[in-house]
């Protein structure tokens, strides 16, 4: 009898006759039950605000370092590709070398499918060269005197400036350098070509997108898993807060669907405002980087034309769809758990 009575009072007869014609114009309404299935969760969220915070804080951390992985791998490769595409290989030949020679040369060398783009200059014109680049007057004021400048062109290494597509293979340029007639003939012995250019500092930038890419991915792998163990303790005492109103809707025959969706909407609420403040954080921290980035000769353009067009929509509307993709896979995870 005390069992009984408990019981009755437990349920309720007025709360389980509501609950029971819910759950039965549920059936026949399901715009009204979708909406039903959202303000639950909405009251489960700020019912439960702090555990709600937690796991928004840990997924905004998470997209946050995704975001900064992309940003940084995309950056980094840029700029490395960057300094490939400028980088140009110098041959020194002797000094008063003739155009004639030179424009030999130069054909031998653009039948190189490695090469893109290759330039001549003679003597004068890597005097003339000279002279636009000085900046120091006392300089200058000494080579306009006609036997300096006839001194200084007599001495002057004519050069072969070449553009190729990967820096990293250039053994057949290196081939042709040493053992064309042509070359071997007229080449500077006092000056090497400058086949090792800016490679050290293109292989340590290369080295720092993968470093970044690989890093970023492990420590959002971390934060992931973290999220999740969240996510499943914040279902978890939402399910246990909400235990007897739970088994009043089982008892009347309420859908699984309709007993779970307040929790998917309680943690895809969590993603969505995490993916928001995620957009927010690393748009504006973007924007505070790129002036010092740019100063150190790291190549922004890429992710600046992105970011600074209507593209960046794009970049906010993804941050929001995976915030709230991997909450509500892990409070399906969770639910899966909990609620039986």
């Known amino acids: 009898m005390k069992t009984s009575h408990a019981r009755s009072k437990y349920t309720g007869e007025p709360t389980r006759h509501r609950l029971k014609v819910m759950a039965q114009n549920s059936n026949h309404h399901p715009l009204r039950n979708y909406g ?9 969220f700020f019912r439960h605000i702090w555990l709600s915070l937690a796991a928004t804080i840990v997924t905004t ?33 002797k000094p008063t070398t003739s155009d004639e020679e030179l424009n030999i040369m130069k054909n031998i ?44 062109i007599e001495s002057m290494q004519a050069t072969m400036r070449i553009k190729v597509k990967d820096s990293n293979n250039l053994d057949s ?32 930038i290369s080295s720092w997108a993968n470093v970044a890419r690989n890093g970023g991915l492990i420590l959002s792998g971390i934060f992931l898993v973290v999220s999740i163990l969240v996510i499943f303790n914040t279902i978890r005492m939402a399910i246990f807060s909400r235990r007897e109103e739970i088994y009043m809707e089982k008892l009347i025959g309420a859908s699984n669907s309709f ?6 909407v309680e943690a895809e609420i969590c993603g969505i405002i995490a993916g928001i403040i995620a957009s927010v954080i690393g748009l504006i921290g973007f924007h505070l980087l790129s002036p010092r980035l740019s100063g150190y000769g790291i ?6 034309g992105i970011i600074n067009s209507q593209w960046v929509i794009i970049v ?8 709230w993709l991997i909450n ?11 609620l039986k």
């Open 36 to 44: 039903r299935i959202i303000k639950y969760g909405l009251s489960g």
């Open 316 to 323: 906010v509307a993804s941050m929001i769809l995976l915030g």
């Open 61 to 93: 951390f998470t997209l946050v370092i995704l975001f900064a992985t992309v940003i940084a791998s995309i950056v980094l490769s840029s700029t490395a590709d960057y300094m490939r595409q400028k980088i140009d290989i110098t041959v020194y030949f």
């Open 173 to 204: 340029i290196k081939y042709t350098v040493d053992n064309d007639k042509h070359f071997t003939e007229t080449i500077d012995p006092s000056k090497m070509p400058t086949y090792d250019v800016n490679s050290t500092q293109i292989s340590t």
């Open 328 to 338: 509500r896979i892990s409070a399906r995870l969770a639910v899966r758990k909990y």
């Open 259 to 264: 007993i779970r969706g307040p929790f998917l």
């Open 299 to 304: 190549h922004i353009d890429n992710v600046a």
């Open 109 to 152: 060398m653009e039948q190189d499918t490695n090469v893109t783009n290759v330039e001549v200059a003679n003597s004068e014109t890597e005097y003339n060269r000279f002279l636009n680049e000085s900046k120091d007057e006392e300089i200058l004021n000494t080579l306009k005197d006609e036997e300096m400048k006839r001194i200084m």
